[in-house]
């Protein structure tokens, strides 16, 4: 078994900053409160928008819902006893995500779909709709709209 790490990414490993790097950086210039957060570790730590306080601290009726990544079926394709935690802050009165965090090998694949979900304003009831591929790690999607009761 490996013994979990972490990477140095951009400018602390000695390069030049991403494209990517820069944009996300560049929105949180203008305010815009969507920065995707991504550290290299292994296991994977990413999340976007808010976290549980940050959303309370903002004065949004914010409630968060939280799945293992390990239990989803489609966990198999990564490899054997996969662990992780997949977090959605679902902001109450609209219905739509503020916030998500997923922690796990392979995580960084629903941080994208998390990202769209935000800057889109998508409610729950849309997502829903928005079936995963499957067998994928991404079925944590309907575990995760299921433990907020849809």
């Known amino acids: 078994m490996r013994e979990p790490h972490t990477c140095a990414a951009g400018r602390c490993a000695g ?21 995707r957060r991504w550290v290299l570790l292994q296991p994977q730590v990413c999340a976007v928008g808010h976290t549980d306080q940050q959303a309370r601290d903002a004065g949004l009726d914010a409630r968060s819902v939280a799945y293992p990544a390990g239990d989803v079926p489609g966990a198999y ?9 997949s977090r959605l802050v679902v902001e109450q009165r609209r219905r739509i995500l503020v916030g998500a965090t997923f922690t796990g090998p392979g995580m960084q694949e629903p ?24 067998p994928t790690v991404s079925e944590v999607w309907l575990h995760l709209l299921e ?4």
């Open 77 to 85: 394709t990564l490899g054997d006893a996969v662990s992780g935690t």
């Open 15 to 35: 390069h030049q900053q991403s494209p990517q790097f820069r944009r996300v950086h560049e929105r949180k210039a203008t305010g815009v409160d969507r920065e």
């Open 147 to 150: 433990a907020h009761g849809l």
């Open 111 to 134: 941080l994208h779909s998390a990202t769209i979900a935000i800057a889109g304003k998508v409610t729950l009831e849309q997502l829903w709709h928005a079936v995963p591929a499957f």
